[in-house]
């Protein structure tokens, strides 16, 4: 699964990023800190928001329109609901680690969120 890092209001305004770079970037975003990324180099400041990269992801051409067929093939493959899964879990891990002060678990596994019962305690 691809992401993408919008800057912009224009559709082409955006840098691609791998999944693994997630945790990251939403980390950039909440906290206004300037990084590089395998797509390109952002200020904090501007991102505008983190989304799924779809075109990317299913091997569509940049420039494609996307139609309600396309949005029916994510959902009939299950794509859809596994990004925003993905998005909100590496959402909530980065408010955890920087409540916490533990920024220098950004991108690897946080033991405390893997286990189910943990988690449910820290709400």
């Not at 952002?42 to 989304?51: E, F, N, P, Y």
């Not at 799924?52 to 493959?77: A, C, I, Q, V």
């Not at 920087?98 to 943990?118: A, D, F, M, R």
């Amino acid at each position: 699964m691809f992401y993408k890092i919008i800057r912009g209001y224009d559709s082409e305004q955006y840098i691609e990023i791998e999944a693994s770079e997630l945790d990251k970037a939403f980390y950039c975003f909440l906290e206004k800190k300037d990084s590089v990324f395998s797509g390109g180099a952002v200020r904090g400041s501007g991102i505008l928001a983190i989304q799924p990269d779809y075109h990317r992801t299913m091997g569509w051409n940049r420039g494609h329109k996307m139609d309600s067929l396309d949005f029916e093939d994510l959902n009939d493959k299950g794509l859809d609901r596994k990004f925003r899964e993905f998005l909100s879990s590496s959402k909530e891990k980065i408010h955890f680690l920087i409540q916490t002060n533990q920024l220098h678990l950004i991108g690897k596994e946080v033991p405390e969120l893997s286990n189910p019962e943990q988690k449910e305690l820290k709400s």
